[in-house]
């Protein structure tokens, strides 16, 4: 079956600009979480979702939104760009509660110049 | 507070040498707990998760809730085992909802 996709694969923006990330999660998974990964923070959870609705939010500021679709599918959105949200972000999709483990996709490379 | 720390950064090792990957972690509750590993270019992948104590490409890993910890172990190493290791936690939804706490990593090369 098809795995966790991410679109796209790389981004380059610039400072002050917003940007929008897809996940496509397994089909049949309806949980799907962001992280952001960095070389100095490592992998930080940013929200997910369930069933179009968040369930939980890390400790991000209000820039960092998202949202799921009947479908499954979520996007991430982040406004007013800053340097240090340069980065790549992960989504993972479950079954329900995650303890059969999370799938991750390739992640989306954003980078803010 | 939740928190997964993984004392090494790097481990360095020769090809047929034990391996042992240490994770630490801090939960007042019954945590759920997996190792992910990322070899290079490749996306994170589930390696073990402690609720099904299965053995995957040859490396096991037991919670210890004494000394709260799930270290993940492999009796002989092989070249392809070269990767990025990460520990991740997952607490009581119901209290911390739906989420992942991960270690820093340690980065296993195997040397021949």
């Known amino acids: 079956k098809a795995g966790v996709t991410q679109t796209p694969r790389y981004l380059i923006k610039t400072r002050g600009q917003q940007v929008t990330l897809s996940c496509s999660p397994i089909s049949g998974h309806r949980s799907v979480s962001w992280y952001q990964q960095t070389p100095g923070q490592g992998l930080q959870f940013l929200f997910e979702y369930f069933s179009e609705t968040q369930r939980n939010k890390g400790n991000f500021p209000g820039r960092f939104s998202g949202r799921q679709f009947s479908n499954s599918r979520s996007e991430m959105n982040v406004s007013t760009l800053e340097l240090g949200d340069s980065a790549l972000y992960l989504c993972?999709?479950?079954?329900?509660?995650?303890?059969?483990?999370?799938?991750f996709g390739s992640g989306t490379r954003l980078t803010v110049v | 507070a939740q928190r997964v720390t993984q004392p090494e950064k790097l481990l360095s090792v020769f090809k047929g040498a034990p391996v042992e990957l240490k994770c630490n972690y801090s939960?007042?509750?019954?945590?759920?707990l997996f190792w992910y590993v990322q070899y290079s270019r490749q996306r994170l992948q589930l390696l073990l998760r402690h609720i099904s104590r299965e053995s995957i490409k040859g490396f096991t890993a037991d919670l210890n809730k004494g000394e709260t910890s799930f270290h993940l172990k492999k009796p002989f190493a092989q070249e392809e085992d070269s990767a990025m290791y990460y520990c991740?936690?997952?607490?009581?939804?119901?209290?911390?909802?739906?989420?992942?706490?991960f270690g820093a990593g340690t980065i296993l090369r195997v040397k021949s």
């Open positions: 939960y007042s509750g019954s945590p759920e």
């Open positions: 993972a999709s479950s079954f329900r509660q995650g303890e059969d483990g999370y799938t």
């Open positions: 991740a936690l997952s607490g009581s939804p119901m209290e911390y909802g739906n989420k992942l706490v």
